[in-house]
Nanobody, 120 residues
Framework: QVQLVESGGGLVQPGGSLTLSCAAS????????MAWYRQALGEERELVAR???????DYADFVNGRFTIATDSTKNTVTLHMNSLKPEDTAVYFC??????????????WGQGTQVSVSS
């Protein structure tokens, strides 16, 4: 149904920046929400940032103004611009989408994950 393809992870030094991108495709009628989650080794998956079709956006407390989530509705993409990265931001980052499909059901989809490593 809904497929997500992520890109943009990698290794960066503390204080550096990275931008993650995610493109959604499939037979959906409308994307209702897009978000980024992350999961560090041995930890549970946690929300980083999300945005909804209404334009509402919120961030986890640990973001503290360092990250910005943005969407392009014409391309069905969501990006996460990350600045001032810290070693504790090291994790696998997952794109998430909730979409309305032609059967008028909501479906949730996850990307395959992209590794972000912050280290000197």
């Amino acid at each position: 149904q809904v497929q997500l393809v992520e890109s943009g992870g990698g290794l960066v030094q503390p204080g550096g920046s990275l931008t993650l991108s995610c493109a959604a495709s499939g037979p959906f009628v409308r994307i209702l929400a897009m978000a980024w989650y992350r999961q560090a080794l041995g930890e549970e998956r946690e929300l980083v940032a999300r945005t909804t079709i209404t334009g509402a956006t919120d961030y986890a407390d640990f973001v503290n103004g360092r990250f910005t989530i943005a969407t392009d509705s014409t391309k069905n993409t969501v990006t996460l611009h990350m600045n001032s990265l810290k070693p504790e931001d090291t994790a696998v980052y997952f794109c998430y989408v909730r979409a309305l499909i032609p059967t008028l059901k909501n479906v949730d989809a996850w990307g395959q994950g992209t590794q972000v490593s912050v280290s000197s």
